[in-house]
C-alpha cells in the first residue's frame, strides 16, 4: 500500500519534468531555434556523455583501469569543485562553530563580537573576489576563502540562535541533575542546539556550491564553472547545459546526504515522527 | 532530631518596572525525614514558587531554607526534582536520560548500568529502555522522570504538579506507584498540587497556601489509613473542608484578575 503510494508520487513528480523535455526537443527538431542558442536534449545528453568519458583510449602502461575511468572531463571538473566546497566549507563551518556557541553562550562574547559580525555579514561573499585575488592569487586559495566566507554566516548565526534558543527548562533539570559547566554544555545545551545548527549547515553548503561555480568562472582553470564559462568561449551551448545539469545533479546528491544526516542525528527529534 | 527541610521565614517578592508582587510572605515550614507534604492552592498562591526555592532555582528575597542539614544556595542533585512538563532530554533515550545524573557523579559504567537496569525494572520501563522520550506516552515519560531523580538517590525528591498534565486513569496507576517508591525508599518528597483529592490520597501533610502573597492557610495532618478510598465518608469529609479553603482562595484569585483587568 505506502509502497504503491510513493510510486505514484513518483510518476506525477516526472510527468512534468518529461513535458519540458519533449516540448524543448520538439522545439529543437522543428529547426525553431539556432542549435547553437538552444541544443536539443540528444545533443546535450551526448555531449554530457562524452564529457563523463575519459579523453584517451585506455592504454594499460598509463595506470590502472580505474584511475583511466575516472579520467574524463567531466568527473576531473566535479572532483575539484566538491574538493573546494568541502574545503572551504570545512574551514567556514569549523571556525563558525565554536565562535556561534561562545556568542550563544556568553553575553560578553557577544557583545564583543555582534557588531563586527554584523557590519560583516551584509556583505555578499561574491564582493570578496577582487580582495580574494589580490590577497590569493588564482587557484584554489582565493577560491576556497570564497566558499569558507559564503558557509561562515549561516553556520553562525544560526549556532548562535540554536545556542540561545535552548528551552530553559532542560537547564534546569540538568542543574537539578548536578551539572554545570562544561558538561552543561556539551550534553545538554550542545545537542539542543543541534537541529538549529544543522539548518545552518544546510544553508552554508547552499551558499558554498553558488560560491565555488562563481569562483572557478574568475580565479580556478578547472572545475564545473570554469568549464561552463570556457564552453561560452567556443559557442559550445550543449556543454554549458551539459555543465549546468552536473552541478545540479551534485547539489542534488548533497541534499539527499544532508537529509540523510539531518534524520540519523535529528533521530530524536519530535518533527520526525515517521 | 532537626527538621530534614526546614523553611525558615521565607518570602519572595517579584519585581516589575509597574508593579511589586509578593509571592511568599513570611512561609515558616519545618518538614521532617521521610514526610510526604503537599502544597496546595490555587493557581498563584505561591506554591511553585516555595518548591523552585528549595530546589534552588530561584533563592528567597528574605529568609533562608535548609534541607538535609545544608543551607539551600543553588539546585542539587540531593533535592531532585520532578517537572510537570517531563524535561526529559529528547535527544537521550530513556536509559541515558536516567544514567545522565550518575555520570555527572562520575561512577563506574557498570555501577551506573546496574542503577539504570533495577529501575527500569521498578518503574515498569523495561520495554522503552532505547526509546527516545518523543515515543512515549506522557505517562510513561513521567516515570522516567521519576526514575532519573530515584536514579540519583537523593534522599528528597519535589515535585512539581507531576501528574497534572495525566489523563484520570494514568494518575491514579502513577500516585499508586509513587506511594509504593516512597514507602519502599522513606524518601521526603514535597509535592506541588492544586488537585484536592490528589493531595489527600498521596499525603502525610498538607499545607494549604493563600493567594498572593502566599502564606500558610492551614497545615494539617492526613490521618486517614493507607491506602484510601477516594469513596470513604471520612476522605470526602476531609475534601469538604479543603474544597471550602482552596475555593476561598480561589475566589481571591478570580477577584484580583478582575480589578487587573479593570486597571488595564
Known sequence: ?274 | MGAHIAVSHVSKVFRSAEREVVALQDIHLDIPQGQFVCLLGPSGCGKSTLLNAIAGFAPPSAGSITAAGQVVTAPGPERGMVFQEYALFPWMTVAENIAFGLQIKRQPPAQVAATVDRLLAMLSLGDFRQRYPKDLSGGMRQRVAIARVLALDSPIMLMDEPFGALDALTRRNLQDELLRIWSELKKTIIFVTHSIEEAIYLADRIVVMTYRPGTVKRDLLVALPRPRDPAAAEFNALKRELGQLVMEEQQRHHHDELRLAAVD
Request: charged share 10%.
Open chain 1, 1 to 274: 500500500m505506502a509502497g504503491r503510494f510513493a510510486w505514484r508520487q513518483a510518476g506525477v513528480g516526472l510527468v512534468l519534468p518529461v513535458a519540458v523535455i519533449a516540448a524543448w526537443q520538439a522545439v529543437a527538431q522543428l529547426g525553431w531555434v539556432n542549435p547553437q542558442v538552444l541544443p536539443s536534449p540528444q545533443a546535450v545528453l551526448a555531449r554530457w556523455w562524452a564529457y563523463l568519458l575519459p579523453l584517451q583510449p585506455y592504454d594499460p602502461a598509463a595506470g590502472s583501469w580505474l584511475r583511466w575511468a575516472v579520467s574524463g572531463e567531466l568527473l576531473t571538473d566535479a572532483a575539484g569543485s566538491l574538493y573546494r566546497v568541502v574545503l572551504g566549507f570545512a574551514v567556514g563551518a569549523g571556525l563558525a562553530l565554536p565562535l556561534g556557541l561562545a556568542m550563544g553562550a556568553s553575553a560578553r562574547v557577544y557583545d564583543w563580537c555582534n557588531v563586527l559580525v554584523q557590519m560583516v555579514r551584509p556583505v555578499p561573499p561574491i564582493a570578496y573576489i577582487p580582495l580574494s585575488m589580490l590577497w590569493f592569487g588564482l587557484g584554489n586559495p582565493p577560491a576556497v576563502f570564497l566558499i569558507a566566507l559564503g558557509a561562515f554566516f549561516p553556520v553562525l548565526m544560526n549556532t548562535i540562535a540554536g545556542v540561545r534558543q535552548v528551552d530553559g527548562i532542560y537547564i534546569r533539570a540538568a542543574r537539578n541533575l548536578g551539572a554545570s559547566g562544561l558538561t552543561l554544555f556539551r550534553r545538554v545545551i550542545l545537542p539542543a542546539a543541534v537541529p538549529y545548527i544543522l539548518s545552518g549547515v544546510r544553508i552554508g553548503i547552499g551558499t558554498a556550491f553558488i560560491v565555488v561555480i562563481v569562483a572557478e568562472m574568475v580565479a580556478v582553470n578547472n572545475g564545473l564553472g570554469f568549464r561552463i564559462l570556457e564552453a561560452r568561449e567556443y559557442f559550445w551551448s550543449d556543454k554549458i547545459i551539459a555543465g549546468m545539469i552536473t552541478i545540479g545533479l551534485i547539489g542534488l546528491a548533497i541534499d539527499v546526504g544532508m537529509n540523510a544526516l539531518n534524520n540519523h542525528l535529528l533521530r530524536w527529534h519530535r518533527g520526525l515522527e515517521h
